[in-house]
């Protein structure tokens, strides 16, 4: 299986005074392609620094981070606007939706970005919303507008879909459908998902779960029989 990251002792700390904050603390890991990772831990635990390294929005104090064999930790920004705009995409809690652009320009937005994207309308109907495509963010639900967020993400065709609590703001039977789409993503195009999460329902879903508690990994779970998004429950 191909690695898209690997983490060699990941460290991120805050000096706060006299006191130093060990936000993640000697962290390592290996993600493959098209795995499921669910990375899961209580508040304050550092799943946000994770996703932050994770997604080239911060450099690490210490430590060595690899997407395939480039090495993030020693990247340029300008290398890292290219990961960020190519290799990754983002899926937020709250969806933020470009509120004066409608269904099909937020997710051509993203596809204008990146190097290879997929085709925008595509990508809408993969995720039920192509008879939205002139809709505002207002005139959705906010399952509809988390749908949008993923097309958003997807048509970028990144490597690895990176997401951080993408269920947090939706009841229980949206946040399934929510879910079953990203599982989908996962299976149809064989790319990474990665979810961020402290809700440990999720965490059966996924390939491996990665749990993590006062900036460390704990240990990291191998489901053998991930389950889908209908047999779980939170
Ligand atoms: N910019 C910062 N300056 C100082 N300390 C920070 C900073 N960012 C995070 N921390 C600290 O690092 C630790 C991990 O924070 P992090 O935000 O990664 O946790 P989290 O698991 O995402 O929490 P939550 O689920 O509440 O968002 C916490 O103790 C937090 O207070």
Redesign the pocket.
């Known amino acids: 299986m191909q690695t898209v990251l690997t983490a060699n002792k990941l460290s991120k700390h ?1 000096q ?1 005074g006299e006191i130093t ?1 060990k ?1 993640l603390n000697d962290v390592s890991f290996e993600i493959y392609e098209g795995e499921f990772v669910v990375v899961l ?1 209580p ?7 994770m996703l932050n390294m994770i997604g080239g929005m911060d450099k690490a104090s210490e430590g060595e981070i690899y997407y395939r064999d480039e090495p993030l930790h020693e990247a340029t920004e300008r290398r890292l606007t290219w990961y960020r705009r190519n290799a990754i995409g983002f899926v937020f809690q709250f969806y933020n939706l470009i509120p004066n652009l409608n269904t099909l320009e937020n997710v051509m937005l993203s596809t204008e970005l990146s190097d290879h994207p997929l085709d925008a309308k595509t990508v809408l109907a993969e995720v039920d919303l192509l008879d939205r495509a002139d809709h505002f963010p207002s005139q959705l639900s906010g399952g509809q507008q988390q749908r949008v967020a993923i097309a958003r993400a997807i048509a970028k065709n990144p490597d690895i879909l990176l997401c951080d609590e993408p269920t947090g703001a939706l009841d229980f039977t949206t946040g399934l459908s929510v879910l079953n789409l990203l599982k989908k993503f996962n299976k149809t195009y064989r790319k990474t998902v990665i979810i961020i999460t ?1 809700n440990a329902g999720i965490g059966k879903i996924g390939d491996r779960v990665f749990y993590i508690k006062d ?1 460390r990994i704990e240990r990291i779970q191998e489901n053998e029989k991930p389950l889908e998004p209908e047999e779980v429950s939170w």
């Open positions: 805050y706060m904050v936000a831990g508040s304050g635990s550092g799943k946000s620094t402290h900036g």
